[in-house]
């Protein structure tokens, strides 16, 4: 194709001219597309039973009040409050509740949850390399993906972000979070995993302290 | 509950309230199966799809960073399933069941067994993209968006986008050209 009918090509996939002010030849091939493309073209209602079963499902498995409750705290609200707040707010929250009754439910239905030591946290370093980056967070499953998660510090305009922070025993899985928007995977870390929702992730393991 | 926003309904959903996420339920539902349709799966495997993704969306909605946009993410978690299901081989043959179904209750199954033969090789050309070119195809052609929205439900730049769309259109018109000439030619 040369170059004039591959801009006029684009033009005409962004929008800008209209089918018929394309070049004759483009014109036709792009009418046989939209013709044959067309055929498949369904206007198709998704099945009655679908939303039912749906609901049906969420109905079964409601989603927990802790995870409710620690949302309503750290996601972003009318009101103003620091993230760094929010987080307090959050673990505050996520402490006093690990006091109360379990919200979720149980495989043995009405007994008592068998009382359970909790780990103590371990502080781990993490290390970004972004290099004019204005601010980079760490998010991950162990604070419920709060986007803003958990800011690192530049190392003297050297690119280089650093944070330590105290993560729970377990695997868990994480991203950065580059100017608030890039979701990044740890270049220093194994091989991410996708979360079924379009973005990588990168895998932790925090062993637990020894006593 | 219908005339709220996204963002209302998202915000009442994380509150607890299931007729909240119903509501956007009822409000994607049918896009979203068309354009999993659209993608190749047969109806059964459509719904599958999105039942996941519904139920997904509903569990992770903290994931969820911009509830004004909330179409768009469910959009991804929904391409997403769409991908894993086409990677694992899910059932196109079953498009061919429903072709069989068709031409059994048209009243003129000679012209109907000549329609139904040309969506096959449609549906088989647009099969061989890559699963990008597909999807930008399926987006531009099938459901009428533009470039720019495209690129944003595909995570992609519009540059990226109309280089999908002329690979696309090479490939398309390399095999649908014979079926063009058989069409004039009869």
Redesign the interface.
């Given at each position: 194709m040369n170059r004039m009918n591959?801009e006029r090509?684009?033009a005409y996939?962004?929008?800008e001219i209209p089918l018929e002010e394309l070049p004759a030849a483009l014109r036709d091939?792009e009418r046989?597309?939209?013709d044959?493309?067309?055929?498949?073209?369904?206007?198709?209602?998704?099945?009655a039973?679908?939303?039912g079963?749906?609901?049906a499902?969420?109905?079964r498995r409601?989603?927990s009040r802790l995870?409710?409750l620690v949302?309503?705290l750290v996601?972003p609200r009318p009101i103003s409050v620091s993230p760094a707040m929010g987080g307090a707010l959050a673990a505050a929250v996520v402490a006093v509740l690990l006091l109360l009754p379990a919200g979720e439910p149980t495989d043995r239905a009405g007994e008592p949850a068998a009382a359970v030591a909790t780990p103590d946290p371990v502080v781990t370093r993490f290390v970004f390399v972004a290099p004019g980056a204005s601010q980079v967070s760490l998010t991950g499953d162990w604070v419920?993906?709060d986007?803003d998660g958990i800011s690192l510090t530049e190392l003297r305009g050297s690119g280089v972000w650093t944070v330590d922070v105290p993560v729970p025993p377990g695997v868990h899985e994480y991203s950065f979070v580059v100017d608030g928007t890039e979701w990044r995977p740890d270049p220093l870390a194994g091989e991410p995993v996708?979360d079924?929702?379009?973005r990588a992730n990168s895998v932790l393991m925090v062993a637990a302290a020894e006593a | 509950m219908q005339t709220l926003s996204d963002r209302e309904l998202v915000e009442r959903a994380r509150s607890g309230s299931h007729d909240a996420f119903g509501a956007l339920v009822e409000r994607y539902q049918d896009p979203l199966f068309r354009y999993a349709r659209h993608m190749g799966f047969a109806e059964a495997d459509a719904r599958d799809i999105l039942q996941d993704a519904f139920i997904r969306a509903f569990r992770h909605l903290d994931r969820c960073s911009d509830p004004d946009r909330f179409d768009g993410w469910l959009f991804k978690i929904t391409a997403n399933l769409c991908r894993t299901a086409a990677s694992k081989g899910a059932n196109r043959d079953e498009h061919g069941l429903e072709e069989v179904m068709l031409l059994e209750t048209n009243p003129d199954p000679e012209t109907a067994a000549e329609a139904s033969s040309r969506r096959r090789r449609i549906r088989a050309a647009l099969a061989e993209l890559p699963e990008d070119q597909r999807q930008a195809t399926v987006l531009f052609y099938l459901e009428g968006y533009g470039v720019k929205e495209i690129a944003e439900r595909a995570e992609a730049s519009p540059s990226a986008i109309k280089m999908r769309l002329k690979r696309a259109r090479e490939s398309l018109k390399a095999a649908l050209r014979p079926l063009e000439d058989e069409v004039r030619s009869a």
């Open positions: 591959d090509l684009e996939l962004e929008g091939e046989m597309l939209s044959a493309l067309g055929m498949l073209r369904e206007d198709v209602r998704a099945p039973a679908l939303k079963a749906v609901m499902e969420i109905a409601p989603r995870r409710a949302e309503w996601l419920d993906w986007p996708d079924g929702f379009g | -």
